[in-house]
């Protein structure tokens, strides 16, 4: 086994890891990958594979760097996690004692979040279909509605006077954005530049449509009209195209001052800021690299952005709110896998993983990059050239063309950053069993998801009974 050398603890490397994936997640002192002080060995030896595991000091780490990267450059700033990203109910409860509210879609993710206590002052409602289901359980608890279809105020009008209460809520926009007319994305939003994008997608209200929504809402007692929001979720390395967004965002609320005398006392500029590691991560291979902007400079643009538009048109500086989710979630989370069978062809070698794109689906669905390092003596040669493949009825690459240490039966593999979209986008393709996950803080392991039996995946069939009498009833004699 390669020795490693450990660094002395400082603040930016807590644990004195040789080599940090992450500030808590790296090559500890046995060679070995660690996640804070637990060695990822053990824990798949002991919770077996696959397994995701969650850093928790990572996941709060992140937390406040978006908190204070963004507070450090803007005086009122409210981090509502995107819950979609990682809808763990221990995950929302360590953001509830971090202080983040939360952005939901659908009941099931209100659900969560009302469970975990979260403020419901601090949440908002998305989509844009609501379900009146979805509505009711919005309103009963004081969640803030963005609006993203013309029917939808009616309906929330009519609901909220059948419960007897006042309801917030903000219009999701569909911004003009021409200054990134010029601009380009990743290619795994569309065709495209930044505008054509975002103009292509189901989401957000025209000029013309938030005016008369915003008017009607005027004229019910029972409405407060609190914000307006934007996602732009395009998770490119250039911070300035967020920055450009958030202009436009005052300047819509400009135009609705004008036109109807509402000035949005608070501007939602959603998700979709990406993070940066120096070994690459990402949509297309390797485009988050270590030049991705950080937290405070997309803080340090936003906020002078916001400040300089609402100064040149005379508005008051509005409340901000942020829904960072993979950007916190992603980088807190490693999955396992275990090597089965290893396969030679003429020109490809193939190690079979128990780990698939059931468990990491932005990997084929997205062509998304994955770094993948071998658990034991993790930082020894690599030079064996392989694909990652996992047991489905698929090509299942979960990380095609990698180099990687000489890899046998048995042996576990890592991919990093994993914390965002995987738990909470796990699929059951080939009936299988959906994974546990372990929670790390400091040397203490503990589940947070037990993992799948076979009665979870037969539990949700039924056979009618005409099917069972037909297939187990004895032949007449």
């Known amino acids: 086994m390669t020795q490693h050398q450990t660094q002395p603890k400082t603040d930016a490397n807590p644990c004195g890891f040789s080599v940090q994936y992450g500030k808590y997640i790296g090559i500890g002192a046995n060679g070995n990958l660690w996640v804070d002080g637990c060695d990822v060995q053990a824990l798949a030896e002991t919770h077996g594979a696959p397994l995701y595991i969650i850093s928790e000091n990572e996941l709060r780490d992140r937390y406040r760097a978006f908190r204070d990267g963004f507070l450090a450059h803007y005086p009122q700033v409210e981090i509502l996690f995107a819950n979609k990203s990682n809808n763990g109910l221990a995950i929302r409860h360590i953001l509830n004692q971090e202080g983040a509210g939360g952005d939901c879609f659908g009941v099931n993710e209100m659900y969560i979040a009302l469970l975990a206590g979260t403020d419901p002052q601090k949440l908002v409602l998305n989509g844009s279909n609501k379900q009146d289901e979805e509505l009711e359980m919005a309103i009963a608890n004081g969640i803030c509605v963005n609006i993203d279809a013309m029917d939808e105020l009616d309906r929330i009008d009519v609901i909220s006077k059948r419960l007897g209460r006042k309801v917030a809520i903000g219009i999701r926009l569909k911004l003009d954005l021409l200054p990134l007319a010029g601009r380009t994305g990743v290619a795994m939003h569309g065709p495209g530049t930044l505008k054509e994008q975002s103009d292509s997608t189901k989401w957000g209200m025209t000029r013309e449509q938030t005016v008369d929504i915003v008017k009607r809402a005027q004229k019910m007692a029972n409405i407060e009209l609190k914000e307006t929001h934007f996602h732009l979720s395009r998770m490119s390395n250039d911070p300035e195209n967020f920055a450009i967004m958030a202009r436009e965002m005052i300047v819509w609320s400009g135009f609705l001052r004008d036109e109807t005398g509402w000035t949005p006392p608070c501007i939602d500029i959603g998700g979709g800021w990406t993070f940066g590691k120096w070994y690459g991560t990402g949509p297309r291979s390797q485009i988050d690299d270590s030049a991705a902007p950080t937290p405070d400079i997309y803080g340090r643009l936003c906020g002078a952005a916001i400040r300089e538009e609402a100064e040149r048109l005379k508005l008051p500086l509005p409340k901000l709110r942020i829904e960072p989710g993979r950007a916190i979630s992603g980088p807190s989370g490693v999955a396992v896998g275990q090597v089965g069978a290893i396969k ?65 039966r048995g042996d576990f593999v890592a991919f ?57 009833a004895k032949p007449e004699k």
């Open 416 to 472: 990093l950053d994993a914390g965002g979209y995987t738990e909470s986008g796990a699929a059951r393709y080939n009936a299988q069993l959906l994974p546990a996950t372990v929670l790390v803080s400091g040397d203490t392991a503990e589940v947070t998801t037990v993992r799948e039996q076979w009665r979870d995946v037969a539990g949700r069939f039924k056979v009618p009974p005409r099917l069972l009498a037909a297939s187990f």
């Open 344 to 408: 030679q062809g003429a020109s490809k070698k193939w190690v079979n993983l128990d780990l698939s794109t059931n468990h990491l689906s932005w990997a084929s669905a997205l062509d998304w990059y994955y770094h993948a390092v071998a658990v034991k003596d993790t930082g020894r040669e690599a030079n064996d050239h392989v694909d990652l493949v996992g047991p489905l009825c698929n090509s299942d690459e979960v990380g095609a063309d990698r180099v990687m240490p000489l890899l046998e």
